[in-house]
């Protein structure tokens, strides 16, 4: 079934286009390049791998209850809305749900892919080119698996949220070169990690579990990627440059934390835009799933250097500034370790039980 035919709402256009700006970049100098990057580079290229056969797709979903949600992470728990609901309607709010929050994995994996190809086309270095070049793949996969995800479990797709469709439009018009990095492998990938980890460490239903485990174990390598090339050119920046790029975290990090909320699903239920608002600020779990969304940002904001005085007082405001001496490092390490031992399980499982079905073919024919 084509995509077209899933949306809760027909997206405007079938095609966005950006006008591009900026220019391309060539290199000449083949031989150098910076040790870790190119260690980087090398790791991208030998972490590669197929969704079409690391994941298990012959996992059922309920599309009712795609993720295991409880009940207390709806955004309507208690509320007139929610005491008035059947069983049946409650299914259908986790299924639009699921569908709100894997369409932006979907599209901002698009987004993602787009904005490393950019990176290829205008970052001034070779080594970074290269590695550009192993994660814009990474990135066709994402969109790959999120995409079949949505069309083969849940059969329902939203159209890109306005904001993130906002904050993807600004990262890709600008003709500086780094901010595809800043707005995307920081911003945008750091948005996602969290709200990936928070599904895949929560949710009891396996197939979700693998997609977003493999899909961080790529995305650890990313934000590793943006870190080392944003360091080392923020160095070079005076402090009216750097105090514009921060200009652009603070008003990207205040736009996530507003508008990133799913109200469109509660509109889709029949609430007004206004009383779905109102729901949304008085959900508890929102407002933890609100800070979490900025612990893989802030440090690594604070770790490129951009950590200005209005900065500071912009995260001090949103209430994630702690977050700011979060070990970043470890949390990405543990996201390669649980893929891993995913993995491991998984295929020490399926060997077991392959050997089951060996002895047990081996004591059928001895009875025979």
């Not at 086309?121 to 070049?133: G, I, M, N, R, T």
């Not at 979700?208 to 934000?223: C, N, S």
């Not at 959900?283 to 770790?303: A, M, Q, Y």
Request: aromatic letters at 10%.
């Amino acid at each position: 079934m084509a995509t077209r035919d899933l949306y809760t709402k027909t997206p405007e256009a079938p095609v966005w286009g950006i006008p591009a700006t900026g220019s391309a970049r060539f290199d000449w100098e083949y031989a150098d390049g910076r040790d870790r990057l190119l260690a980087l580079y090398q790791k991208g290229k030998d972490k590669q791998w197929d969704g079409a056969k690391r994941i298990d797709w012959e996992l059922e979903v309920d599309p009712y209850d795609p993720l295991g949600t409880p009940d207390e992470a709806m955004t309507v728990y208690g509320s007139r809305h929610w005491a008035g609901m059947t069983e049946k309607d409650k299914g259908e709010m986790r299924r639009h749900y699921a569908s709100w929050q894997f369409s932006q994995f979907l599209h901002g994996e698009q987004g993602a892919m787009i904005c490393a190809a950019r990176i290829v086309e205008s970052v001034p270095d070779l080594d970074a080119k290269f590695y550009s070049a192993t994660q814009t793949m990474d990135e066709a996969r994402h969109a790959e698996i999120y995409g079949r995800f949505l069309h083969e479990k849940i059969g329902m797709l939203y159209p890109i949220n306005d904001s993130l469709q906002g904050l993807l439009g600004d990262t890709l018009r600008d003709s500086r070169w780094d901010m595809p990095y800043l707005g995307m492998q920081v911003l945008i990938e750091g948005l996602a990690l969290a709200a990936f980890g928070m599904i895949r460490d929560t949710t009891d239903k396996p197939l979700p579990k693998q997609i977003l485990a493999y899909v961080m174990q790529d995305e650890a390598r990313h934000v590793a990627f943006g870190r080392m090339a944003l360091r080392d050119y923020y160095r070079q920046l005076s402090d009216a440059e750097l105090r514009e790029r921060e200009e652009f975290v603070i008003e990207g990090c205040y736009l996530m934390r507003d508008r990133l909320r799913g109200i469109e699903v509660l509109e889709n239920f029949g609430i007004p835009r206004k009383e779905a608002e109102e729901l949304s600020e008085r959900s508890e779990f929102l407002h933890l799933f609100r800070k979490l969304l900025f612990s893989r940002i802030v440090p690594c904001v604070k770790d490129i250097g951009l950590w200005g005085e209005r900065l500071q007082k912009a995260y001090l405001d949103m209430g994630v500034f702690d977050l700011g001496d979060s070990n970043l490092d470890l949390l990405m390490s543990q996201d390669e370790e649980i893929a891993e031992r995913l993995d491991q399980e998984r295929f020490a499982a399926e060997e077991k039980e392959r050997v089951a079905e060996v002895a047990a073919a081996i004591e059928h024919g001895a009875q025979t």
